[in-house]
Structures are given as C-alpha cells and as structure tokens.
C-alpha cells in the first residue's frame, strides 16, 4: 500500500476559496493512469465535499507542475 501511495502521479489540491495565491486546506493523491482520469476524480470528489475549488499537480521524477485548475463559476453551480 505505501508503494502504492508514493508512485501516485497525481496529487489533488483543495482550497477553502478561490482567491489566487490561497494555501489548499487539504491534498489527496489519486489512484490512476492519466491526466483525464485525474481530471475526472478530482471533480468528483469537488462535488462531493465542502471544498470545490481545486487543482490537480502532476508529480514526475521530483517535478510538479498544476495541469488542471478549476473554475470558480463551474463549481458554483
């Protein structure tokens, strides 16, 4: 499980608003194979929680870049 966990490719940041430069107030790594499936789980759990703005990191060999940001009207509604 632990293996499992640290070859996560994809980290899911949430924040509590959607102002720029906000820190996330919770961070989850996601269980899949590609950019669209973290697309796709990180909105589910957006519209499942308190927290709807968020974005998705990618992590690859020690460099992470956000490929994913969400939309603060997308989530409001």
Sequence with gaps: MLNELLSSKYIVDFFGSGKEGAKPTDSMRLSVENESDAIAQANWLACHTHCHHFHVRA?????????????AFARAA
């Design 59 to 71: 992590v690859e060999s020690g460099a992470q870049s956000v490929i994913y940001r969400s939309s």
